[in-house]
């Protein structure tokens, strides 16, 4: 797709939003109208005039923070664009995980700053767990409030998360899952932070972590009791799943015994 204008990308990304909407309830056309602002709107066209996507199709999930939209690029390869709400809401959430975070020291009380650093974050955090060999969705590029990345599913939707499927070995999930927690401490030096089947799609029978925006490095101050909540949330599940779980002292210890990195 090629534009001549930003009147004209906007007219037609407009257009593509108000597709969205058809059929929507009220709350949702609400929800999609606060992530579809003017200046997200722009940057998607970046996104486009750049090469990256050629079409936004339909939305993926809801979260938090933002929402997930399937988008293709002009070959039709799939890729899943999160937009990430600048609301007043949104911006109280995520500004103790940012500002405490001391790779982004200096961070304002400026709402679009701290979203932007948010983006700038999650987009850091996939790229240091893929580079420590921990799944997780490609990061492809970011710009203000719009993270594209790699779209984990196939023609008929998005993977399942880990709540919504039934494991054919309990055991080896839990234990590929414990290798997120283990290795992302020892070796991305990143604690996930909220950590649970919710946030882990299986796809082709392997599972996948998404949502690290709120991801911490392990010299935050408060990385530990982060940590303690993923290992307990991991193990309640797989325990619920009949897996041979390993208590979650255990856990604890075998994380943080790491070049002398233990428990104090």
């Known amino acids: 797709m090629h534009m001549s204008s930003y009147e004209e990308a906007y007219a037609y990304l407009e257009r ?3 597709a969205l909407k ?5 709350d949702e056309k609400e929800t999609e109208a606060e992530v579809f602002d003017k200046k997200t ?4 066209y970046e996104f486009m005039k750049d090469g990256y996507i050629d079409s936004v199709h339909y939305p993926i999930s809801t979260g938090k923070e933002g929402n997930v939209f399937y988008a293709t690029d002009e070959e039709d390869e799939p890729m899943a664009l999160k937009i990430f709400r600048t609301s007043t809401s949104t911006f109280k959430r995520v500004a103790k995980y940012v500002e405490g975070d001391p790779r982004f020291k200096g961070v304002t009380g400026n709402r679009w700053k701290l979203i932007y650093a948010w983006v700038n974050k999650e987009f850091k955090n996939l790229d240091r767990y893929m580079q420590a060999g921990i799944p997780v969705p490609e990061p492809i590029t970011f710009a203000q409030n719009c993270l594209l990345m790699e779209y984990i599913g196939d023609e008929t939707g998005p993977a399942p998360q880990l709540k919504d499927v039934i494991l054919e070995d309990p055991d080896e999930t839990y234990e590929q899952v414990l290798s997120f927690i283990i290795d992302g401490w020892q070796e991305a030096h990143l604690v996930h932070g909220d950590l649970s089947e919710y946030n882990i799609l299986m796809m082709d029978g392997e599972p996948i972590m998404i ?8 010299d935050h101050y408060n990385a530990k009791e982060l940590l303690e909540r993923d290992i307990h949330n991991i193990n309640s599940f797989f325990k619920r799943r009949d897996a041979d779980v390993w208590t979650d002292a255990e856990v604890l210890e075998e994380t943080l015994n790491d070049n002398g990195d233990e428990e104090e």
């Open 16 to 18: 593509r939003v108000d």
């Open 211 to 218: 949502d690290v925006g709120q991801a911490m490095t392990k």
């Open 41 to 44: 709107l722009m940057t998607i």
């Open 22 to 26: 058809t059929n929507k309830t009220g």
